[in-house]
């Protein structure tokens, strides 16, 4: 008989405390989430010290997967590029899922302390498209982006409407096709590298 697998008590406390985060913002207790977790609340805080400390190990878990993810040699057309950046900032939220996510972010509007964390999130995976945009034209994908924040605003702001569509039912490969052809119409192909320039 294999040994019992040992559980992850961060991934554990996360996995409670995001939906708690969405309906209750940082009014949250570690009592509440070890509650939630099945665990007992000393234990949840000799792992975290507060509820804040698991919601920034949640964010650090996805962009550490989405840098990851981003740093790895792609190659392809624009909209695989795309579609490797959609992937990226679905990893920076992979802990959350789309529904915590966007239940945070919209608790967020009226909690001054998670709005400034989803802030310095959202800096971080800003950080991370406009690097990302900067190695497309430095690899001739895309021609210089003008613009470059207001680019960046558009591509995070956009990837979060779409995530909205996961909500509606929409499944997640029809909303990844969709972001991509809006976020590649953001861009010009790099003529050195568009497919018709390949082939004359």
Avoid at 30 to 40: F, L, P, R, W, Y
Avoid at 84 to 106: H, K, Q, T
Avoid at 173 to 179: D, E, G, I, Q, T
């Amino acid at each position: 008989m294999p040994p019992a697998k040992k559980k992850d008590l961060s991934s554990e406390l996360i996995s409670a405390a995001l939906p708690l985060f969405a309906e209750k913002g940082t009014t949250l207790t570690m009592e509440e989430i070890a509650a939630k977790a099945g665990v007992d609340a000393a234990a949840a805080r000799e792992r975290f010290e507060d509820p804040v400390d698991i919601l920034h190990e949640a964010y650090r878990r996805g962009y550490s997967q989405m840098e990851r993810l981003l740093r790895e040699p792609i190659t392809g057309s624009l909209e695989d590029h795309m579609g490797v950046l959609f992937d990226g900032m679905m990893l920076s939220i992979d802990a959350f899922g789309p529904e915590n996510y966007l239940g945070i972010v919209y608790r967020a509007t009226g909690d001054r302390v998670l709005l400034e964390i989803v802030k310095r999130q959202s800096g971080k995976v800003n950080f991370a498209v406009k690097a990302f945009m900067v190695d497309m034209v430095t690899r001739s994908i895309i021609e210089e982006v003008e613009e470059v924040e207001k680019v960046n605003q558009e591509l995070v702001a956009s990837f979060v409407e779409h995530l909205a569509m996961l909500l509606e039912g929409k499944k997640l490969p029809a909303v990844r096709r969709s972001w991509v052809k809006k976020a590649a119409a953001m861009f010009r192909p790099c003529p050195m590298t568009a497919p018709s320039a390949m082939f004359e």
